[in-house]
């Protein structure tokens, strides 16, 4: 997020007022993916209870669901602890602004959708304020994806058990992390394997190379130079192999626009642009870390991870994180399925042969279709019921 955007987005405040009285439900969302999450989930709950009211302060796919976006604060989003200190008025405004929403319309159910480091403090500062049911007022705080405390961070489940009322989470392990709280949690099930989700892309050994390299705009300023130098490396061992790199919004568009027009021209005629809404069938994947490795994962798409984060966040998480990899199907299953490059790691002849040994080795798509498998059966949901049942289920609790 660049100093115009803070600037252009915080000009629409104040938030508008809810259409119709107090909502059932303010969904807080920050990232990208959050919003996609929160749309699956908003939208079984409405298709189940027509009757319910949400706002949302998220993002544009969460509106498209029936909920009353109140600010999309998806465009607004960074990652990593230097970006969002080198934001920190910015959303310490969009903080007050949301508490202030709050107290005056009072949502019945405030559901926080992963963002942990703003939605963490905003539950916290809830309570503090006695507007949430832990702190003596009405609204239900609740969370849906929980925060990677198995990765970092693991004494936050404590604070979560004060300040919040439930949790749903969508990987079946992290159970086990909060048995010793005292704060109901329950899987849901991913929504990535739930019914009537059509994935964005899928496999196939004809299909062009998929090259992603992710959705905020810190991250991607990052990862697209390195994802297109081990892409551009590949090409000199088989010119004609196209590629595909899918954005989620316009400004990240346009932000890979720049970084092919600097880019040869031979390179530049074997890349499309293409919208993240529009199906692909790929042979192979480059990507970064984030959710749209793991739809590759369910795909069975072979490929590799390239991640490059600014150099403190990266030594601060080398520090802190606990776990040996940083892709979620890798954590999930058995054995890894995706090699990951990481930093100086991500150099590209290191991802050209790995290009090269996904589209040329019949083993190596043998072994990916499997291990998909195994993770589609890891997270498929559980018979009392997905996200949208859960969400209907505190709203009930609360009226």
């Known amino acids: 997020m660049d100093e115009s955007l803070a600037h252009s987005a915080a000009d629409r405040l104040p938030f508008p007022p809810p259409r119709a009285g107090p909502p059932d439900v303010l969904i807080i969302a920050g990232e990208h993916s959050g919003d996609e999450q929160a749309a699956r989930m908003v939208s079984a709950l409405l298709s189940r209870h027509p009757s319910m009211s949400v706002a949302a302060i998220g993002g544009p796919t969460v509106q498209t669901v029936g909920a009353q976006l109140l600010f999309d604060l998806t465009a607004s989003s960074v990652v990593g602890l230097v970006e969002v200190i080198a934001h920190f008025d910015f959303f310490k405004r969009i903080f007050a602004e949301t508490m202030q929403w709050i107290r005056e319309y009072r949502p019945k159910v405030v559901c926080f959708v992963d963002y942990p480091g703003f939605n963490l403090r905003m539950a916290a500062?809830?309570?503090?304020?006695?507007?949430?049911?832990?702190?003596?007022?009405?609204?239900?705080?609740?969370?849906?994806?929980?925060?990677?405390?198995?990765?970092?961070?693991?004494?936050?489940?404590?604070?979560?058990?004060?300040?919040?009322?439930?949790?749903?989470?969508?990987?079946?392990?992290?159970?086990?992390?909060?048995?010793?709280?005292?704060?109901?949690?329950?899987?849901?099930?991913?929504?990535?394997?739930?019914?009537?989700?059509?994935?964005?892309?899928?496999?196939?050994?004809?299909?062009?190379?998929?090259?992603?390299?992710?959705?905020?705009?810190?991250?991607?300023?990052?990862?697209?130079?390195?994802?297109?130098?081990?892409?551009?490396?590949?090409?000199?061992?088989?010119?004609?192999?196209?590629?595909?790199?899918?954005?989620?919004?316009?400004?990240?568009?346009?932000l890979l626009e720049g970084e092919l027009a600097r880019r040869p021209t031979t390179l530049r005629e074997m890349v499309r642009l293409q919208r993240k809404d529009d199906a692909t069938a790929a042979a192979a994947v480059l990507t970064s870390s984030g959710t749209i490795s793991l739809v590759c994962a369910l795909s069975a798409i072979p490929g590799a991870i390239a991640y490059r984060a600014n150099p403190m966040t990266y030594l601060l998480g080398r520090m802190l994180m606990q776990v040996p990899y940083i892709g979620i199907a890798n954590l999930l299953l058995p054995e890894p399925m995706y090699p990951e490059f990481i930093q100086r790691a991500a150099v590209p002849a290191a991802l050209s042969a790995e290009l090269m040994d996904c589209l040329t080795s019949r083993s190596r798509v043998e072994r990916t279709r499997r291990l998909s498998e195994d993770l589609r059966n890891t997270l498929t949901r559980p018979p009392d019921g997905d996200a949208g049942d859960w969400l209907a289920d505190q709203v009930l609790a609360g009226r």
């Open 125 to 254: 500062a809830l309570r503090k304020a006695g507007l949430s049911v832990k702190g003596g007022g009405r609204a239900r705080a609740v969370y849906y994806i929980s925060p990677q405390i198995w990765a970092w961070k693991p004494r936050r489940r404590f604070a979560m058990a004060k300040n919040l009322d439930a949790l749903a989470t969508i990987f079946p392990f992290e159970l086990d992390w909060y048995k010793d709280t005292s704060l109901p949690v329950r899987f849901v099930g991913h929504p990535f394997v739930s019914e009537g989700y059509i994935s964005p892309v899928a496999y196939s050994p004809n299909g062009p190379v998929l090259l992603l390299p992710g959705s905020r705009v810190a991250a991607v300023k990052r990862i697209a130079p390195i994802i297109l130098n081990g892409y551009e490396a590949f090409l000199k061992l088989r010119p004609q192999t196209e590629a595909v790199m899918i954005h989620p919004s316009s400004q990240i568009k346009k």
